[in-house]
């Protein structure tokens, strides 16, 4: 159990159009979802912690309007990239806590590849 | 805050034989998990081994084992036996409590020659 499923897996869009990321806990309610941005060679970055019915927590140098974060429910968390430049294509993350029950540990979504043209 | 570092940004090691990748942490609470993710090319991450700190006891798992000293705080992961599936990005990654998120090391890239 603990499974993360993230879509798209890939995305290619046009510079500024938006793109919807999201991220569902399929067997468990996860209160908390992190997303973390990876870029090339390089290793993941916290960019926000979603909180379930409250407002995301955002780390220092995200941008909070370029990267909308809702966590509307307890088995969805979608990170919304507005108006994407060329700079934001990157390699995103989603990351829940396994659920209580389990040994303490992280779930991981299998990423989304960001291309903007 | 917390640091997560990793000393080797590149690492070989024939199959079926053994290595150990490094990683140094830094952090002042006394309570904490440490864990080993690999990044397949895939990219999917793969928790390969935990370690709760208050446990003095190495963390196993099959061809996996982890040095922890905590008063240095140290945190190797050795790979016995490696296979040419162990190739991959390894990252060393520190949480201070439940709850808390992941803070990562640079990652050290593992290839295995056959």
């Known amino acids: 159990g603990a499974v993360v499923s993230q879509h798209p897996s890939w995305v290619i869009c046009k510079s500024g159009t938006s793109v919807k990321i999201e991220c569902r806990s399929l067997?468990?309610?996860?209160?908390?979802m992190f997303w973390y941005r990876q870029f090339p060679k390089q290793s993941l970055m916290l960019m926000a912690t979603?909180?379930?019915?409250?407002?995301?927590?955002?780390e220092q140098g995200v941008e909070k309007d370029k990267f909308l974060i809702n966590h509307a429910s307890l088995t969805l968390s979608t990170l919304t990239v507005t108006s994407a430049h060329p700079e934001d294509s990157s390699f995103y993350i989603c990351s829940a806590h396994f659920p209580p029950g389990q040994e303490y540990g992280y779930t991981f979504g299998s990423g989304t590849r960001l291309t903007v043209v | 805050a917390q640091t997560v570092t990793q000393s080797q940004p590149e690492m070989s090691v024939q199959e079926a034989e053994t290595v150990t990748l490094s990683c140094t942490y830094d952090?002042?609470?006394?309570?904490?998990?440490l864990f080993w993710y690999k990044q397949p090319p895939s990219r999917q991450m793969i928790l390969v081994i935990r370690q709760e700190a208050y446990k003095q006891q190495n963390a196993t798992e099959n061809r996996f084992s982890v040095n922890f000293q905590k008063a240095a705080k140290s945190f190797s992961l050795k790979i016995s036996d490696s296979q040419l599936g162990d190739a991959a990005m390894y990252f060393c990654a520190s949480t201070i409590n439940a709850g808390n998120m992941l803070t990562f090391g640079g990652g050290t890239r593992l290839m295995v020659k056959p």
């Open positions: 952090t002042s609470e006394s309570d904490y998990y």
């Open positions: 067997d468990f309610q996860a209160t908390t």
């Open positions: 979603s909180n379930e019915g409250s407002k995301a927590t955002y």
